[in-house]
């Protein structure tokens, strides 16, 4: 079946503009969750859905980060007023609710702030 | 602040050879513990699990556990070129909160 899905791929935006990335779960998979991947680091967590409750935001690093989800399907990242320290791959995860531990990657967005 | 600890490497064996990648972690409730293969510039996949004491294997892939000294390996036998990757440990956080804590990674290279 078709994976997590994440678009766009690449994204270079200016210094100061607001960035919507966007992240297709695994059909059946009830929980997503967002992470960070600065260049040569390793995974930092961003967000967790867990189907309708409320979101885990613990791990958004600033008031700029924001993120929503459609009952349990698509989400979407949201940066707003982009700093050159936000230049990252953003990964998305999905998790059925079976094997709720075991989290499945997209391809993630490439994000550049010039 | 809960961590996952792995020694970066690189670490370097011959084709053919057994690669020995370590983790140790600090959150004495985790339950869950991953290792994903990272390769250059792609998403990490997720390649094992474990949830119990002692050894799972699945084809040339064994993952070990023990939660007493709070440590996790992974063995790769007949290690092949194609293995060459970061391979990232992940420990499921205790309390529920859905995340995954990664170690910064150990690089693999498999030299033919």
């Known amino acids: 079946g078709a994976g997590v899905s994440q678009s766009p791929s690449n994204k270079v935006t200016e210094k100061g503009k607001d960035v919507e990335l966007r992240c297709d779960p695994i059909s059946g998979h009830t929980a997503l969750y967002w992470y960070r991947q600065r260049l040569g680091q390793g995974l930092e967590f961003l967000i967790y859905f867990q189907g309708n409750s409320a979101p885990d935001k613990s791990g958004l690093p600033s008031d700029r980060f924001s993120a929503e989800r459609t009952g349990e399907s698509v989400s979407t990242l949201t940066i707003q007023r982009t700093q050159q320290e936000d230049s990252a791959v953003y990964l998305c995860?999905?998790?059925?609710?079976?094997?709720?531990?075991?989290?499945?990657f997209g391809p993630g967005t490439r994000l550049t702030v010039t | 602040q809960k961590e996952v600890e792995q020694n970066s490497g690189p670490l370097s064996v011959p084709e053919g050879a057994i690669a020995s990648l370590n983790c140790t972690y600090s959150d004495r409730g985790s339950q869950s513990f991953f290792w994903y293969r990272q390769y250059s510039g792609k998403s990490p996949e997720l390649i094992m699990s474990i949830y119990s004491n002692g050894d799972k294997e699945d084809g040339r892939f064994t993952a070990q556990l023990n939660k007493a000294s709070q440590y996790v390996s992974l063995l790769i036998r007949d290690s092949q070129p194609s293995d060459s990757a970061t391979y990232l440990c992940a420990v499921y956080a205790s309390g529920n909160t859905g995340k995954l804590i990664f170690g910064q990674g150990t690089t693999l290279q498999v030299k033919p």
């Open positions: 995860a999905s998790s059925s609710p079976a094997r709720a531990n075991e989290q499945y």
